[in-house]
C-alpha cells in the first residue's frame, strides 16, 4: 500500500490550508500559502485544486482519479458527485465521528480494526458508507486511552448534521448521505473537473 510521507505542514503552507482544517493544532508562524506572487496558469490553478483535495483527505492520485470518473458517470454535477463520494469513505466519517483526532489518525483506527461498520470489522479506509449505516469502536479497542478520553470527555470537533453520536457507547449513525454544503472545506471543485476534462 502507497502511503504519502509529505510533511504535513510544509505541504499545507504551500496548498494554502490551515492547519487547523487538517485537525492540527501546531500552527505555523508563516501565514499559509505565502509564497511568491507570480501569476499562476489556469492549468497551475486547476492542479493546486486537486493537490488540496488529494493531500486533505489522503488520497493518491490513482484512486482520486477513479473517484472523478465514478461521478461523471452518475447524475447532476459531476464535482460535486465527486466530493460526495470521497466525503462518504470510512476513514473520513470516522474522522468526522471524531474516532480520531486527524483523517490520518482516523485512518489507522479503520486499518488496524478497531472501527466496526454495521457489527463487522471493516479494515479498508476507501470503504464507501451508506445512509443508516452504523459505525461503532470493537469492544476489545474501547480500553485505548484515546477512546477511553472520547468517552469521557466527548466530541471535540461537532458533528455534522448528517451524521448521529452516542460518545457514551462509541457509536455513531449515518443519517442520510452527506451533500456538497455539508463540506466545509474552501474547494472549487469545478476547476478539478476542468483538469481531467482537457
Request: glycine fraction near 6%; charged fraction near 35%; aromatic fraction near 8%.
Amino acid at each position: 500500500m502507497a502511503r504519502n510521507m509529505q510533511p504535513i505542514l510544509k505541504r499545507a503552507r504551500a496548498l494554502g490550508i490551515s492547519a487547523g482544517d487538517m485537525g492540527y493544532t501546531k500552527e505555523s508562524k508563516r501565514n499559509p500559502g505565502s509564497q511568491r506572487r507570480a501569476k499562476k496558469s489556469e492549468y497551475a490553478l486547476q492542479l493546486k485544486e486537486k493537490q488540496k483535495v488529494k493531500f486533505v483527505y489522503g488520497i493518491l492520485e490513482k484512486q482520486f482519479h477513479k473517484y472523478y470518473e465514478k461521478a461523471a458517470n452518475q447524475k447532476g454535477n459531476t464535482g460535486d458527485n465527486m466530493l460526495v463520494l470521497i466525503e462518504r469513505r470510512l476513514d473520513n466519517v470516522a474522522y468526522r465521528l471524531n474516532f480520531g483526532k486527524t483523517r490520518r489518525m482516523a485512518r489507522q483506527m479503520v486499518t488496524h480494526g478497531h472501527l466496526l461498520v454495521n457489527g463487522k470489522k471493516v479494515d479498508i479506509a476507501s470503504y464507501e458508507i451508506k445512509a443508516g449505516d452504523e459505525i461503532s469502536v470493537r469492544e476489545k479497542s474501547r480500553d485505548i486511552p484515546f477512546f477511553k478520553q472520547l468517552r469521557e470527555e466527548g466530541a471535540e470537533r461537532t458533528i455534522p448534521q448528517w451524521l448521529e453520536f452516542d460518545a457514551e457507547n462509541l457509536k455513531g449513525r449515518v443519517v442520510a448521505l452527506p451533500t456538497r454544503a455539508d463540506i466545509d472545506m474552501p474547494i472549487e471543485e469545478h476547476m478539478i473537473v476542468e483538469f481531467y476534462s482537457r
